[in-house]
């Protein structure tokens, strides 16, 4: 009975280890694309709930800031747009690089703030700009444009590499508080508004889902094959 149980034994985990090492690197694939589309439907109820902040009616600039709450609050100033301008290098797809405009905005209340009036080709950061009374309708946004390979602004070429809202407020003596232009009347000519959307908030969870269920039927192809070469070899 000792030398049938030994071999027994030795077959048994000929088989188990890799079946286990299979099934256990499978579910836990099936796992992680399981959570990716937990994720999916996270993020789109959250890009639903701040599509709907962005188009919802304009209200009078806050006094009391609060960049959690207020982030793509809708906004309608009256004022007069001032002279003074920086330039912020981008790119924009389907118009190529260019320079978003940030100048400052006095409301008929007082108030001084930076209003980004939107995009112009690179080759006219020194377009005449409008100047005088206006009224803007637009959104509250506390940018993040800056990253660990952004280099660092020129201001005194007025080159700015991210919309960095505390340096250019000290550029323009504003408040730090930026509104990004949705409509403007007057028209602002020769600028494009580039107003908020959600089209720069990344939602990569479906291509993530798709990988991970990808691997795990990769990886139930090749337990298959293994199994069945061990039963090839056990069988020679």
Known sequence: ??????????LLNRYIAPLVLGLTGIAILLWLGTWQIQRLAWKQDILSEIETTIADAPQPLPRLIDPDAQRYQPVELTGEMDGDTLAVLVSVKHRGAGWRLISAFHTDDGRR???DRGY???DQKDLPLYAGPATI???????DDRNSSTPANDPAKNIWYARDIGPMAEALDTEPLLVI???MSPADSGVTPLPVDTDGIPNDHLQYAITWFSLAAVWLIMTGVWMRRLKTGKES
């Open 1 to 10: 009975m000792g030398a049938p149980f030994r071999f027994g034994a030795r």
């Open 113 to 115: 703030i930076l209003l």
């Open 120 to 122: 112009v080709p690179v």
């Open 137 to 143: 309708r637009g959104n509250l946004h506390w940018t």
């Open 181 to 183: 232009v949705r409509d």
